[in-house]
């Protein structure tokens, strides 16, 4: 167990994300969509306890073969199909200009003709796919930056948990791309620059953008909206 926390100290912050989330869920038990992050962060955390056992223990295996058999890609892959769309659907869900959402709907097919494509050049299996992450975080990042604008002219923002996720999802986003291009090509470079750590870095403040959300936020009104 210490070894795995050792090695893996972010994954506590999503049990603790999780509680949290539930802890607040009477002020967003009514979204029509946000009501559903407590299920996301759970999945996230079962997602990473689970490749952490492919990884590291021959007993736990979905690619049967001596060269891959530590390989537990597909779990991430598809994952990050789940972990897109969602957050895709939230946003236009809470952005009210028709124009934007627009963007986003256009944004978000983009990204799913990325998936389709992407196992053609890498082997969803056993290796991560680069160019649809890459184009799932790029439409990401713009929608968010979408949906700041579209929030521009509104008072007390600090009190919205959308916000504060946006936050976090935006400094992730913003150098996840490089770290596992980066990864994937040069290897060398990738471990002689820490980016492992980095990454790990990445989900701390992620996942502390969520809570500080989840803390600060007001109640939301019955209106359907998840602002």
Known sequence: MYEFLKDNFFIPLYAITLVVSLLRYNRYYSTSVLKYLPMLIAYTMVSEILGYFIRDFDSFQIVYGEKYQYANYIIFN????????????????????????????????VYIIATVINPFFQNVLIFPQIYASTIGSIVLILTI?????????QKQKKYKLLVWISYGLLVFNLFFPMISILAYYDYTLYKELNLKQFHYLLIVITYACFILGFVLMRPTRSTGDDQ
């Open 78 to 109: 598809i994952y990050d199909v789940v972990f897109f769309l969602y957050f895709y659907v939230l946003y236009w869900k809470n952005i009210k200009h028709k124009g934007y959402k627009e963007i986003i709907k256009y944004g978000g097919v």
């Open 145 to 153: 930056f979408l949906y700041y604008h579209d929030i521009r002219g």
